[in-house]
C-alpha cells in the first residue's frame, strides 16, 4: 500500500493533539448555559445562546467570523463594514438555486429575510445575516415597524410585499454548534421552531436527545436534575466532540455513518448532494443495501471507500487553521490563502478554530471562491510513484484527468436530470426527473440502474484543464425581462392556481388536450406556441408583463462514492475504443419546454465540448466532441493528419515489408534455383 502520505496525514489528524490535551483533560469540561443576556438559562427560563455559551471558553466571535457557512456569501462589505479582510463569491442565499427557486435577494428580493430563514434556514448554519444587519446592528434593535427585509430597509430600498416582522420576540437566529459538534442533533426539533418563526429558541431545540430540555405546552423547559450543584451540565449529557460525517450530512447528502444496517434514500432537496449527484457517503457495500440496485448481487464494493476505511468530511474539509492540518504538508496550503497561516498551538487553535473548511473547486457552488484549493485533494494524501503501473503515459493520463474519472465510474442512486419550472405539479413543485432510473426513484421497487458521469474538461486552479466527472441538470424556468431575473414563485403560482388550490379554468383549457377537463401530469409541459402563450397571458394577470422562458445547466461535481482500485476504470476501450464515453450521447432532459435550448451556467468551472441536439423523440441530447475538448484519443478518433501520417506510415511499412520480404524471397528462390542447378549438376 503506497499510501504512506495518506496515513502520515490521518495519524497527524489523529496523533497531534493528543499531547496538548493530555493536560487539559480528555473529558469536554461541563458547560453552563447562558442566555443572551448573560444569564443562566436555567434560571431565567430563556433560550440558550450559543454565542455566549460557548463563548466563555471559545472565540465564538472569531469563530461564526471565520466560516462561510455562516456568510454564505454576504460579504462584508454589505454586511460588516469593518469585518474580514476579503470578499467571498455569491453564495446560496443571492444565487439561483434551481432546487429551490426562491432566493433571498438583498436587492430585490423574492422572500424576505425571515420568509428565507423560516423556509430555508435549516440549510444554514446560523449567524451572519441571521443575527445583525447590514450596518451591523444586531436585527433585535431594529424599529418595530422594520420590513421582514431589515436590510433592504437600511438601505433604504422598498419594502417587498412581505408583512412586517418582530425580531424583538422572534429573536435571532445565532451560528448553531450543536449542529455539528454533539453526536445527535434534533434537527427536526430544530427545523421546527425555525419554521415557526421562533427564532431564538432554535438552539436550544437542537438539544432536545440529550434530555436537558424536554417542550411542555409548547414551550422549551430546562430538565434541572440533569444539571450540577453549579447549574452546569457535565460532558456525559453533552458530549461535545469533533462532527461527524452525518453531522456535515444534515445539509449536504445522504450519509450513513452508523451501524451497518440496509437503507433506502428517495431522492430530495434536502439531501442536495445526493439529489444533484446520485453521491452516497456509506461505507457499506452496495450489496447489503436497501437500495433496488442492478446486479447488485455482484457489486461487493462499498459506496464510498473512504466512509469504509473511516475517513470523515472534516479529514478532507478540515478547519483551515488546525495545526494538525498545517502540520503537514506545504501543499495542502494554498498559496493565495487570505489567513493567519502562522501554525497555532493547540490551545489557541481550540479558542480560534477557523470555522472556514478546506474546500475545493467546485463547479456548482460559488461560496467562497477566494479558498478553492484549500482542501486536501486525492494526491495530498496518495502517493502516485510506483502505482498505476499498468497504465502507459502515466503523467499523460493524470494531467489530462481528475483521479475521479476512473475511480467514481458510476453513481448507484437516482440523480436529478431535468427541472422544469415553467409549469408547476399540483403539489405546486417544479416538474422534476431523473437519471440512472427507470420509473419513480421514491419507490423502493424501482430498479436503479445508475448512471455514468460525463467527463468534462474543467478549469483547475493551476491554469490547466482536466477531466472532470460531472452530472448535468437542466432546468427551464420563467424570466421577468423587465427586472432581469426569475419571476417570483408567489407570483408563477398566483399566475398558474385559482383561490381553491386547483389550477386556473384558463390554464387547463391551454393544457388539456384529450379534453377531459383536467391536466394530468402528462399534459404538463409547453410543447407548443399557444401553451407557451397561454402562461405568458397569466403572468401578465398576476403583474409579470414581459416573461420570457430561460434555460440553464448546472453541472454537478462529482468528487465522493471513490470505488476501491478493483472497481476503478481500467478497461482501455471505454475511453479509447469506438464506442468511447467521449463518443457516447448523454440525455439532458426528456422534452423541451417552449423549444428554448439551454445555454451553461456562466460561472461553473467546467465547459461544455461538444453540441446539443434534439432527438427525434423531442428529447435534448449532449453529444461530447472530443477534438474540440482539445484531447486526442488513440484508436478512437480520427484525427485528419495524424491518420495520413498513419496511413502513410503505414503504406512505407507495407512498402518496406514488400521490398524487404520480396527481396527475401526474391534471393531465396535465386539461392533455391541455384542449389537446384547445383543439385542437378
Ligand atoms: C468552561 C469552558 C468551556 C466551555 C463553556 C466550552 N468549552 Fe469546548 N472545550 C473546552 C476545553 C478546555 C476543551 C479541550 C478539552 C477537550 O478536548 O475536551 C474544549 C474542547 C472543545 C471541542 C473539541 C473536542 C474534541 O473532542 O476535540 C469542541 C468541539 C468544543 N469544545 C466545542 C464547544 C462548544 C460547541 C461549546 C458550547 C456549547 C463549548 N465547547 C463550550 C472548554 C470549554
Ligand atoms: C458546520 C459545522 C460546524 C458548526 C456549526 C460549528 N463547528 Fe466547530 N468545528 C467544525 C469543524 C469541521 C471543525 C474542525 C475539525 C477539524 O479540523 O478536524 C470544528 C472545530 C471546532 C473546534 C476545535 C476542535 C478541535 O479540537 O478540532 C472548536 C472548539 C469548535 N469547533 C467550536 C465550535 C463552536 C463554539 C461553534 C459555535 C459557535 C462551532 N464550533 C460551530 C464544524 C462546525
Ligand atoms: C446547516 C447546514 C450545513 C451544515 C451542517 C454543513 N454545511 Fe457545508 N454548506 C452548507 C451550505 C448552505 C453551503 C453553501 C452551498 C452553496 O453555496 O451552494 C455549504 C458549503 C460547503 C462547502 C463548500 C462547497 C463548495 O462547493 O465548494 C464545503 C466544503 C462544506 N460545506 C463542507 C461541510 C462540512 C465538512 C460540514 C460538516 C463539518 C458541513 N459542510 C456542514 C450547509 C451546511
Ligand atoms: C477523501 C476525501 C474527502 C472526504 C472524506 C469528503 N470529501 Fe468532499 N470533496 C473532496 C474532494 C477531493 C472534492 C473536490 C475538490 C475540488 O473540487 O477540487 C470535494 C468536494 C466537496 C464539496 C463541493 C461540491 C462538489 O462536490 O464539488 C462538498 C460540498 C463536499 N465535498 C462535502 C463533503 C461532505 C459533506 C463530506 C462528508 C460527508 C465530504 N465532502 C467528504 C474530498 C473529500
Ligand atoms: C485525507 C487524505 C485522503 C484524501 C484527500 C483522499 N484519500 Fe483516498 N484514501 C485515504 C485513506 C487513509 C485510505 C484508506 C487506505 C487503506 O485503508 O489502506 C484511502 C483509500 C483510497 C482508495 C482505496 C485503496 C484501496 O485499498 O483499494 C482509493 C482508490 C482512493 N483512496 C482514491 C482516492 C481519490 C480518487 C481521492 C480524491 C477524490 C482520494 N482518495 C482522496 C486518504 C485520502
Ligand atoms: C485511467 C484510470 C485511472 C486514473 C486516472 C487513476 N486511477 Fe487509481 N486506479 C485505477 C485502477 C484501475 C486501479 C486498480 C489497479 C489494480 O488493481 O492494480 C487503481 C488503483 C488505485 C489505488 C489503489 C492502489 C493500490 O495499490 O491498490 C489508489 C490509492 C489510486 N488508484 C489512487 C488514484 C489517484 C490518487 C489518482 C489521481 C491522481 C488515480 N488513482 C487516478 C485507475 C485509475
Ligand atoms: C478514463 C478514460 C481513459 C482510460 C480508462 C484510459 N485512457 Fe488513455 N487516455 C485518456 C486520455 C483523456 C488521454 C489524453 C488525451 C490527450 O490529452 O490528448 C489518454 C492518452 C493515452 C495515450 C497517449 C499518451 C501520450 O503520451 O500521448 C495512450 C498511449 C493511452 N492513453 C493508452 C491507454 C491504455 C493502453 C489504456 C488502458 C490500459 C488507457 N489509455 C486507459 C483516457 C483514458
Known amino acids: 500500500m503506497k499510501l504512506l502520505r495518506a496515513f502520515s496525514g490521518c495519524l497527524g489528524l489523529m496523533l497531534l493533539p493528543a499531547p496538548a490535551l493530555a493536560s487539559v483533560s480528555a473529558l469536554h469540561p461541563p458547560v453552563e448555559l447562558i442566555d443572551i443576556d448573560g444569564g443562566a438559562a436555567l434560571t431565567t427560563g430563556r433560550p440558550v ?121 422572534s429573536g435571532v437566529v445565532e451560528m448553531n454548534c450543536f449542529l455539528c459538534h454533539l453526536p445527535d442533533p434534533a434537527v427536526d426539533e430544530r427545523s421546527a421552531e425555525l419554521r415557526a418563526g421562533r427564532f431564538a429558541w432554535a438552539a436550544t431545540a437542537t438539544l432536545a436527545e440529550t434530555g436537558l430540555v424536554t417542550r411542555e405546552a409548547g414551550q422549551w423547559q430546562y430538565a434541572a436534575d440533569h444539571f450540577d450543584a453549579d447549574g452546569k451540565v457535565p460532558a456525559t449529557l453533552l458530549p461535545l466532540r469533533k462532527p461527524a460525517s452525518h453531522n456535515c450530512g444534515i445539509c449536504h447528502g445522504a450519509v450513513q455513518d452508523g451501524p451497518d444496517e440496509p437503507f433506502f434514500l428517495p431522492p430530495s432537496v434536502d439531501r442536495p448532494m445526493t439529489e444533484t449527484t446520485g453521491e452516497i457517503i456509506a461505507g457499506t457495500r452496495i450489496r447489503r443495501s436497501g437500495m433496488n440496485v442492478a446486479g447488485k448481487e455482484e457489486l461487493s464494493r462499498p459506496w464510498d471507500v473512504h466512509a469504509e476505511r473511516l475517513l470523515v468530511c472534516s479529514d478532507c474539509h478540515g478547519s483551515l487553521n488546525n495545526p494538525a492540518f498545517f502540520a503537514e504538508s506545504r501543499q495542502t496550503q494554498p498559496t493565495h490563502l487570505k489567513h493567519p497561516t502562522g501554525r497555532l498551538a493547540i490551545g489557541e487553535f481550540l479558542k480560534t478554530p477557523s470555522h472556514d473548511f478546506g474546500k475545493g473547486h467546485s463547479s456548482q457552488a460559488t461560496v467562497a471562491r477566494d479558498l478553492d484549493g484549500s482542501g486536501r485533494d486525492c494526491v495530498d494524501c496518495h502517493r502516485l510513484e510506483g502505482t498505476h503501473t499498468w497504465l502507459p503515459s502515466v503523467e499523460r493520463h493524470m494531467s489530462s484527468m481528475r483521479c475521479e474519472a476512473c475511480h467514481v465510474p458510476r453513481l448507484y442512486a437516482a440523480a436529478r436530470r431535468q427541472t422544469d419550472w415553467t409549469l408547476l405539479s399540483p403539489e405546486r413543485e417544479a416538474l422534476v426527473n431523473y437519471r440512472g432510473v427507470k420509473g419513480d426513484p421514491h419507490d423502493p421497487r424501482t430498479l436503479v440502474a445508475g448512471y455514468q458521469p460525463v467527463l468534462l474538461q474543467r478549469n483547475e486552479l493551476d491554469g490547466s484543464t482536466r477531466l472532470a466527472p460531472q452530472n448535468l441538470v437542466t432546468t427551464w424556468y420563467w424570466l421577468d ?145 472530443a477534438t474540440r475538448a482539445g484531447i486526442y484519443l488513440l484508436g478512437y478518433e480520427s484525427f485528419p493528419w495524424v491518420d495520413v501520417i498513419g496511413r502513410w506510415s503505414l503504406i512505407l511499412v507495407v512498402i518496406g515489408v514488400l521490398i524487404h520480404g520480396g527481396t527475401r524471397v526474391f534471393l531465396a528462390s535465386f539461392a533455391d534455383s541455384k542449389k537446384e542447378t547445383e543439385v542437378r549438376s
Open 49 to 169: 445562546s450559543t454565542m455566549r455559551t460557548c463563548g466563555a471558553c471559545h472565540d465564538t466571535g472569531y469563530i461564526a467570523g471565520h466560516s462561510y457557512h455562516v456568510w454564505l456569501g454576504t460579504n462584508e462589505e454589505k454586511f460588516t463594514p469593518s469585518g474580514r479582510g476579503f470578499d467571498h463569491g455569491p453564495g446560496l442565499l443571492e444565487r439561483f438555486d434551481p432546487l429551490t427557486y426562491e432566493r433571498f435577494d438583498p436587492e430585490q428580493f423574492d422572500l424576505g429575510l425571515a420568509d428565507w430563514l423560516r423556509r430555508f434556514g435549516t440549510h444554514h448554519v446560523g449567524g451572519g445575516f441571521a443575527v445583525q444587519s447590514a450596518d451591523g446592528r444586531s436585527l433585535m434593535e431594529l424599529p418595530s415597524n422594520a420590513s421582514t427585509s431589515p436590510l433592504t430597509h437600511v438601505r433604504g430600498v422598498e419594502p417587498g410585499t412581505s408583512e412586517p416582522w418582530d425580531w424583538q420576540s
Open 481 to 625: 425581462r423587465q427586472r432581469g431575473r426569475p419571476v417570483p414563485l408567489p407570483q408563477l403560482q398566483q399566475a398558474l392556481f385559482a383561490a381553491d388550490g386547483s389550477y386556473r379554468r384558463s390554464i387547463v383549457q391551454a393544457l388539456d388536450e384529450n379534453h377531459d377537463g383536467s391536466v394530468t401530469i402528462e399534459e404538463l409541459r409547453l410543447d407548443s406556441d399557444a401553451k407557451v402563450a397561454a402562461i405568458q397571458q397569466a403572468l401578465q394577470s398576476a403583474g409579470v408583463a414581459d416573461a420570457e422562458i430561460r434555460g440553464e445547466i448546472q453541472p454537478y461535481g462529482v468528487h465522493h462514492d471513490v470505488a476501491p482500485g478493483v472497481a476503478a476504470l481500467r478497461d482501455c476501450r471505454v475511453c479509447h475504443g469506438g464506442d468511447s464515453r467521449f463518443s457516447r450521447s448523454t440525455v439532458l432532459a426528456d422534452y423541451v419546454p417552449g423549444g428554448v435550448m439551454p445555454v451553461m451556467v456562466q460561472d461553473a468551472t467546467v465547459r461544455l465540448a461538444g453540441d446539443l441536439l434534439l432527438s427525434d423523440d423531442g428529447r435534448l441530447l449532449y453529444q461530447p466532441n
